[in-house]
Every structure is written in structure tokens, then in C-alpha cells.
């Protein structure tokens, strides 16, 4: 079974460019697990553009699914994340200023870090995952470190599907092959829709969970959001 978790920071977005509480995103977060999601991702930003620290801590109390907060395990993330101890935290290399998150870790080059950083986070009773490209080298590395989990980052994959989904999958194949062997769970997220969902879940049974947030906000425009969650659910099967 592969999981869906609902990325809210969409919501948080549209709340904020108003500065009152509309949409809440605590409702639409038990809305969301109401219409069947699996989880519930949020991924702060040091800006707090989207979602903020204070919804998380407030979402801790009411998230019922898989609670999984993503981002760059800077000082103040650490800190929430010890004080929340979601069912798990994804670790994102996120420059401060990038607009959304646009690659993996370099398990090589951060081993270090990584692994002191996991084993904190996993003496805390969180599952930890990272976001990682597809490519062997990297693959290994988090295995390495100690990591329960990759992400894949989908972002490649998305963009290069409608031209060429053969070509568009193989590296994530070859390298879900290689995390299969080592013991890591395999997760996989970014620019994730419709058109592309389920043709990575045929491709990579192993899929734990899928995070999805910017395409699946969009769809509950024109579907809403309990249908919305039905046809992501839908492709999953
Ligand atoms: C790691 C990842 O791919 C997602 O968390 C995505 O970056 C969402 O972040 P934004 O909502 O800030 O684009
Ligand atoms: N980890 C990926 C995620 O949470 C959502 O990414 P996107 O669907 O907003 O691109």
C-alpha cells in the first residue's frame, strides 16, 4: 500500500495573502484525513511564507494520520521538530531563499552531518527520511547515514514524463531497486499530479507514501477536495 499524505502548505499560502484565518488550516488538515488522506505533510519555510511554526505546533494536537514535517534541519527546525516528535521528519537541503525545493541531499559530501543529525532525530522516536535524487552514489550514502527512508524528488520525473515516461523513470527504478536491497523505505514527492502518479506506482511497487501538495490543492479548485483526494487515492491502488 502506497500512503497519501496531503501537503497543506498550499492552504497556508492562500490564508496568509489575507492575514486572517480563511481557509483554516487546521480544518482543511482533519478535513483532509476525513475525506481519506493517510498523512499530512507541512514543510516551514525559515520565512513562514506558508506554513508557519505556530500551525504546526497547533496541527500536532489534532493530526490523527502520519504526521510528517519536512525541511532544512537548521537549529529552529531541530527545536520544533524534538518539541512535536511527528511520526517523521523528511530532511530537505533547502537554501533559505529557494522558491520551492529543487534537489536532493549530497549524502556524500554531508555524511557527517547526516548522520549525527539522524541519530539525534532517531533517539527521539522519529522515523527520518531524506530527499535525495536519483542516483546510486546517493543512495547508498543514505543507507549510510542511517536514514529509514528516502524521498524521491519527483521533480525531474514530473517535468520529463509528458515527453518521454520511460526515459522519465528509469533512474528512479534502478535506484528504488537499490534502496529495496539496503533496507531504506522509499517515499517520493514534488510535482506529483494526476497525470503522473500512477504510472510511479506501477513502477515502483515498494512506494510507501507520496507527499503531494501544489497540483492536488490546484485539482480541489475544479473537483474539490474530498473528490480531489479520491482521484489521488484512486491512482495509488
Ligand atoms: C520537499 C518537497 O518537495 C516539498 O516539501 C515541496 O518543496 C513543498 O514546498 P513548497 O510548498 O514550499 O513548494
Ligand atoms: N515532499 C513533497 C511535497 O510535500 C509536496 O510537493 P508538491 O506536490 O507541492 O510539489
Given at each position: ?6 501537503n ?6 492562500l ?6 484565518n480563511n481557509p483554516?488550516?487546521?480544518?482543511v ?15 516551514p ?15 500536532q ?15 529552529r527546525?531541530?527545536e ?6 511527528p511520526?517523521?521528519?523528511t ?20 555524511e557527517?552531518?547526516l ?20 542516483a ?16 524521491f ?13 520511460e526515459?522519465?523513470?528509469e533512474?528512479y ?14 517515499n517520493?514527492?514534488h510535482d506529483?499530479?494526476?497525470?503522473n ?29 474530498e473528490?480531489t ?9
Open positions: 500500500m502506497t500512503k497519501l499524505s496531503v497543506i502548505n498550499k492552504v497556508a499560502t490564508r496568509n495573502a489575507r492575514g486572517g483554516d488550516v487546521i480544518k488538515a482533519q478535513d483532509c484525513e476525513r475525506f481519506g488522506a493517510q498523512g499530512i505533510t507541512v514543510h519555510r525559515p520565512d513562514e511564507r506558508h506554513i508557519r511554526y505556530q500551525d504546526v505546533m497547533d496541527l494536537k489534532v493530526v490523527t494520520t502520519e504526521f510528517n514535517i519536512e525541511g532544512n534541519p537548521n537549529g527546525f531541530l520544533l521538530v524534538k518539541k512535536i516528535k511520526t517523521q521528519v530532511l530537505v537541503p533547502d537554501a533559505e531563499d529557494v522558491l520551492t525545493s529543487d534537489t536532493g541531499w549530497d549524502t556524500i559530501k554531508y557527517v552531518f548522520t549525527e543529525t539522524i541519530a539525534e532525530l532517531k533517539s527521539y522516536g522519529m522515523r527520518t527520511s531524506i530527499f535525495i535524487n536519483p546510486k552514489d546517493l543512495i547508498t550514502g543514505a543507507a549510510k547515514v542511517g536514514a529509514d527512508r528516502i524521498e524528488y519527483t521533480g525531474p520525473y514530473a517535468e520529463q514524463y509528458s515527453k518521454d515516461c526515459q522519465a523513470i533512474a527504478v534502478e535506484c528504488a531497486k537499490l534502496a529495496n536491497s539496503l533496507g531504506l523505505g522509499i517520493a514527492g506529483l499530479d494526476l497525470t502518479l500512477q504510472y510511479l506506482k506501477h513502477q515502483i511497487p515498494a512506494l510507501k507514501e507520496v507527499s503531494i501538495g501544489h497540483a492536488l490543492i490546484c485539482d480541489a479548485l475544479y473537483y474539490g477536495l473528490n483526494i479520491q482521484m489521488y487515492l484512486r491512482e495509488l491502488q
